[in-house]
């Protein structure tokens, strides 16, 4: 984190007619960037000024000498929530009054080990019983988080594995079973794991990855004393996910327990092998069936009438993204976007950046998002009249448990 005497991260300034950045010291060497008063607020200097223009290409924005700004978060999602927050505030200061209520929340933790932690939280959503109970009453929901009309998400299972290394070794080498050899045990066995989409590419796409395998450094006698495995499952519906994990979880085990009989330790004894379960995380999957529910008629009408995001018909295609939670738990969801980039890149990356897009098309789909919501939840117009909810007054929910 940032020193307290400066708390806010800069954000490098960088011309487009330059090579991107390639390492985080390169970044930090940049001598041009925003500043921030003492609230936190970017001063609007010559920089600012600079760096503030919009473009529609990432060509014209070159030929303008156009500047990349790297800020973490930039393409996901920094533009989309403060597009969010301006729909909030735009309802505040017009006094707009809707029949439901409507909620603008930012969550945290979407990527990686985060897991989705905002949206579980914020739906009632318990990963070992895989239901929510949606405490809420959210009865629709729109995420603003790039898809532009996604519907169909992605589930994943994903474990993170430590093998350790018997506490009596004495040695390394191959006089004592190795946490190393037992987890690439286990990653020969997951190998040999086929689902029906390797053969068919015409299948439900169900896959899996061992991603990462990381080890502790040897000790002076050249024991490993543990490496960790990370392994991803992935599939749009819950029964294939369900399946391919009744197959590969028990092979973690599988890779400890061989390396172990290799040299006739005993399972949980001082001379074996031992195995434990760092982390695991479930991204619940959906699959839409019913193509009428009221997330995607209101966000088709906003776009009709706003004319901008027109679709003649939505995408199958799925996604990982915040929507998994609600959808899950049956509340009727779609993935839009707000935000416009000329150009950018880095996404997840040390060296995330980008150029601001065309301010038109982002105001136009502020107003869609806005709508959209509008429509689902009614309004009370300014000359007395009730326009009526779209959605109905109770959210769908897969348990009354309170987590």
């Not at 991107?20 to 609007?44: C, H, K, M, Y």
């Not at 899996?208 to 990381?214: I, K, L, S």
């Amino acid at each position: 984190m940032p020193p307290e005497s400066n708390p806010f991260e800069p954000i490098k300034l960088q011309s487009m007619a330059e090579a991107i950045v390639g390492t985080p010291e390169a970044l930090a060497a940049l001598p041009n960037a925003l500043s921030f008063d003492g609230n936190g607020r970017i001063v609007r200097d010559a920089f600012y000024t600079q760096a503030y223009r919009r473009f529609d290409t990432a060509d014209a924005a070159t030929a303008a000498g156009a500047l990349r700004h790297y800020v973490p978060g930039y393409s996901d999602a920094m533009g989309n929530a403060v597009g969010a927050f301006h729909i909030a505030r735009m309802l505040k200061k017009y006094n707009i009054q809707p029949v439901y209520d409507i909620w603008v929340c930012g969550t945290a933790g979407e990527e990686g080990k985060g897991n989705l932690a905002g949206m579980k939280q914020l739906y009632g959503y318990n990963q070992d019983t895989g239901k929510g109970n949606n405490a809420l009453n959210f009865v629709t929901n729109f995420s603003i988080d790039g898809g532009s009309g996604t519907i169909n998400f992605i589930g994943s299972y994903r474990f993170e594995m430590k093998f350790k290394a018997p506490a009596e070794a004495a040695q390394g080498g191959a006089t004592a079973p190795s946490a190393l050899n037992a987890a690439a045990m286990a990653a020969a066995r997951i190998a040999d794991i086929k689902t029906p989409w390797d053969s068919d590419a015409k299948a439900l796409k169900t896959t899996y990855t061992v991603g990462t395998m990381a080890c502790e450094a040897p000790l002076p006698n050249g024991v490993t004393p543990s490496c960790t495995m990370q392994v991803d499952m992935r599939s749009p519906r819950l029964e294939p996910l369900n399946e391919i994990r009744s197959r590969i979880e028990p092979l973690f085990a599988a890779g400890m327990a061989q390396e172990n009989a290799r040299f006739g330790a005993a399972e949980g004894s001082a001379q074996a092998v031992s195995m434990e379960l760092v982390w695991f995380g479930d991204r619940p999957p959906h699959e839409r069936t019913d193509l009428s529910d009221v997330s995607i008629q209101s966000a088709w009408q906003a776009a009709e009438t706003v004319g901008v995001d027109k679709r003649t018909e939505l995408s199958l295609a799925a996604s990982s993204l915040n929507d998994n939670v609600p959808a899950a738990i049956g509340v009727p969801t779609i993935n839009l976007n707000i935000s416009t980039n000329a150009a950018g890149g880095g996404t997840h990356a040390f060296y995330e950046w980008g150029v601001p897009g065309n301010a038109n098309t982002e105001g136009l789909r502020l107003y869609r998002v806005m709508m959209a919501a509008l429509i689902a939840a009614g309004v009370h117009t300014s000359d007395g009249k009730r326009i009526a909810p779209a959605a109905g007054p109770l959210g769908a929910r897969t348990t009354e448990d309170q987590y």
